[in-house]
């Protein structure tokens, strides 16, 4: 799972003339290697439309849109600026889970549930998770804390943000970001309603 350092695209970057930037790639293997990769960037505005160029040792990417998107429902948008309804929030979630800090692989959701109070309550990677979603401000995003127990190496306390990625049919898909409070551990879910 590559995540990317915080960096600003100098003015002049473009598609011909592409920044530098530095990203992490885990590998789920016994030793639990990490590398930093260096690639670049770039983006070239054309009127409406945007032309992209990225690079780095998975391989080189292009894209370009000729036109901005509307924006319709069920959008990023739309779910930043319209939140999902609790109630419509409330259920069953399946998905998948990624720690750092503790040496354990990528695993599936054992459980998850979602009550329309915020309350939610998973097992995953030998933890059992109980925590309280609450809306941060208007937006569609929600602010975390939960409690972890089970002796799974993390430690007993997480905090961070459950992001709106999609709802399809009805059924939102989240992704969930946590970590201690020293930086240390971290465990990021990516799940959707079923």
């Not at 990023?76 to 409330?90: F, H, W």
Request: net charge negative; proline share 5%; charged share 15%.
């Amino acid at each position: 799972m590559p995540i990317m350092r915080s960096r600003r695209l100098c003015q002049p970057s473009a598609v011909r003339r592409r920044t530098a930037v530095h990203w992490a790639d885990f590998i789920d293997d016994s030793s639990q290697v990490g590398a930093e990769t260096s690639g670049s960037f770039g983006r070239t505005f054309q009127g409406a439309g945007v032309a992209l160029s990225i690079g780095g040792s998975p391989g080189d990417f292009t894209g370009t849109a000729t036109a901005q998107a509307t924006w319709t429902s069920g959008d990023s948008r739309t779910l930043y600026d319209d939140p999902v309804a609790p109630a419509d929030a409330a259920g069953s979630y399946a998905g998948y889970v990624r720690t750092a800090g503790i040496g354990k692989p990528e695993s599936n959701v054992g459980t998850m549930t979602l009550d329309a109070r915020g309350h939610l309550v998973a097992t995953a990677t030998g933890c059992n998770f109980d925590g309280t979603l609450t809306p941060h401000g208007t937006t569609g995003v929600f602010d975390m804390t939960v409690a972890v127990s089970g002796g799974c190496g993390l430690q007993a306390t997480l905090v961070g943000a459950a992001i709106p990625l999609s709802v399809v049919d009805g059924k939102p898909q989240f992704a969930l970001h946590l970590s201690t409070a020293d930086a240390t551990q971290t465990a990021v879910f990516i799940v959707a309603k079923q």
